[in-house]
């Protein structure tokens, strides 16, 4: 199966349990490995006959931005679960990263990866 990635959106949003997280915009990033047959738009050169990452990374950026989890496993199932609304999707895998996490030791991000699929 062919591999369609999309690396490094960055988007803020309200996500957290600690009170701290509630109350304004932290930055995340999201990642995500699209697999979907990709051979009919190869050969025909068409954007129409393959996934449209920029409309992708929209809805992705969409839902951090408006949606709010507690937790960022919650978010990347619910961004797993709309990449795969696409039925020429067969799986996806989906990384978030919070980049400011509010933990005492010094982490550059903390995140959760995930991978579903449509069988």
Do not use: C
Not at 39 to 50: E, Y
């Amino acid at each position: 199966m062919d591999r369609l990635v999309l690396s490094g959106i960055k988007v803020s949003g309200i996500h957290g349990v600690l009170d701290s997280e509630r109350v304004s915009h932290q930055p995340f990033e999201i990642n995500l490995v699209i697999e979907t047959d990709l051979s009919a738009a190869a050969n025909a050169d068409d954007l129409g006959l393959t996934i449209d990452y920029s409309q992708v990374a929209a809805e992705v950026s969409r839902m951090v931005r408006e949606e709010s989890f507690g937790l960022i496993e919650a978010l990347a199932s619910r961004i797993a679960d709309a990449v795969l609304a696409d039925d020429r999707i067969s799986a996806v895998e989906v990384e978030v990263r919070k980049l400011r996490p509010e933990v005492e030791a010094r982490l550059s991000y903390a995140a959760v990866q995930i991978r579903r699929s449509n069988s």
